[in-house]
């Protein structure tokens, strides 16, 4: 069958087989392409947030730096406040040392106790008085202190947390010398005293006892003096080695 295509057949037919192959190109090889781009442009923007999370954490580290060593200049001055506690640490001997120089005459000094403590960094009074007429008479509302409001509303803050800390109770017996008038230098005494109170440690003076004078004994060398007795808490804890985090 002898079959002749027009002119208009054949650029019907042209037109078939060229769109033809712009579809098979576009399916096949065009959309994949736009499907492939659309895919690296979604991974692009999560690696960008990904970029700008792991920036804002960078941007942080100055501020995070400074809060770090604004924590450990607080541990640091925190520990100046307490004895080191050592794996061999004698409470005794740091009282010795500290009492040292002071005008007295040691003559027994123990370690008679040990326990666990705790040391909260402040405490409220709860037994002040708070009437209604206290109150009310109070127009501005802030000139009575903070713990009548506390305690007239019930409203006590809650205490921070305590520090655990290690407390040893040292007896120290000591000579001091008379006047004289043979009565007891009470300088000596009192420097006793000072010298607890003043220390840069956290100490507790819990009792001072005695004033019995002992008579003197020239054969035995030993001179007339009064003798006292001092119990003191020393608050000790294990320190915190800040350099390895500087």
């Not at 033809?20 to 994949?32: E, M, Q, T």
């Not at 007429?133 to 802030?142: E, R, T």
Request: glycine share 4%; with cysteine; hydrophobic share 40%.
């Amino acid at each position: 069958m002898n079959m002749k295509l027009s002119y208009r057949d054949k650029v019907i037919f042209i037109a078939v087989v060229v769109v033809a192959v712009l579809l098979i190109g576009f399916f096949f090889i065009v959309k994949p392409k736009i499907s492939e781009s659309q895919d690296i442009k979604n991974s692009l923007e999560e690696k960008q947030q990904e970029q700008a999370e792991v920036q804002a954490k960078i941007d942080t580290l100055p501020q995070l730096q400074k809060q770090l060593e604004d924590s450990i200049k607080e541990v640091d001055d925190m520990q100046e406040d307490f004895v080191e506690e050592q794996e061999a640490f004698q409470a005794d001997q740091y009282i010795y040392e500290l009492l040292s120089e002071c005008d007295i005459e040691f003559r027994n000094l123990t370690l008679t106790g040990e326990a666990e403590g705790q040391l909260s960094p402040y405490f409220y009074q709860k037994n002040c008085t708070a009437y209604d007429i206290k109150i009310n008479s109070d127009l501005s509302g802030d000139s009575l202190p903070q713990e009548v409001y506390d305690k007239y509303y019930e409203s006590y803050p809650a205490p921070a947390p305590g520090v655990i800390v290690a407390v040893e109770e040292v007896s120290v017996t000591f000579g001091v010398p008379l006047t004289s008038d043979g009565f007891v230098d009470w300088d000596s005494v009192f420097e006793v005293v000072d010298t607890i109170s003043l220390s840069d440690k956290t100490l507790y003076l819990k009792s001072l006892s005695g004033g019995n004078v002992t008579e003197a004994d020239d054969e035995k060398g030993i001179e007339a003096s009064g003798e006292f007795t001092v119990v003191i808490d020393v608050f000790s804890i294990q320190h915190m080695d800040t350099e390895q985090a500087k």
